[in-house]
């Protein structure tokens, strides 16, 4: 995660990566680039609290597995992580409203996990009964996504497809590690 001020708005900026997740009270901006993987937006109108996560790979069927920050690579601890998180800043289920964005088919070599990633993003709020109330997914397209979670404003930019390099290395470079990682740790659930 890093922190900064963008000076042409005068606004603290979090940047998250794959992998992480942050909520706030406070009027800042959180940002992120995504490939084929998928963020979630969410936010409680009425308690003024709201959070982003970024999540690479859908399920991780070992529930065993428990390490939070290596845990939310995987969308199930991702999703259930910012959703807790809120509800511990004073968020109510019933008012969260989710916005999803990511998905997108960058390599055409590569299996098609964003549409693994997105189908696992309308399983997991429609099981929960949440609400989607705006969403920009799937295609070929990587896209930076700026979210305001006072306000539930967000930007999207469509990213050239033709010039995305960096980022399926970055994709790529993300996928070996946390395939070749296990996720344990000190902390039990139960």
């Not at 845990?71 to 991702?78: D, H, I, L, Q």
């Not at 990587?142 to 305001?148: E, F, N, Q, S, T």
Request: charged share 25%; glycine share 10%.
């Amino acid at each position: 995660m890093q922190i900064s001020v963008d000076p042409a708005e005068g606004i603290t900026t979090i940047k998250i990566l794959p992998g992480e997740f942050y909520v706030s009270q406070k009027d800042e901006r959180i940002e992120t680039v995504l490939g084929s993987c998928i963020s979630a937006c969410v936010r409680d109108p009425i308690a003024g609290v709201g959070g982003m996560n970024h999540f690479m790979l859908p399920v991780n069927k070992n529930t065993q597995d428990s390490e939070l920050s290596d845990a939310n690579r995987y969308g199930n601890f991702a999703m259930e992580n910012l959703v807790n998180a809120l509800l511990a800043m004073g968020a109510k289920r019933d008012r969260l409203e989710f916005k999803l964005f990511g998905g997108g088919r960058i390599m055409s070599s590569m299996t098609n996990i964003g549409w693994y990633n997105i189908g696992f993003a309308f399983d997991y709020i429609y099981t929960e009964g949440f609400k989607i109330v705006s969403q920009d997914i799937g295609d070929i397209y990587p896209r930076k996504v700026l979210y305001y979670p006072l306000s539930g404003r967000v930007r999207v930019r469509r990213l050239n497809a033709m010039h995305n390099e960096t980022l399926v290395e970055e994709e790529n470079r993300y996928i070996n590690t946390i395939e070749s990682k296990p996720v344990g740790g000190d902390v039990e659930l139960f």
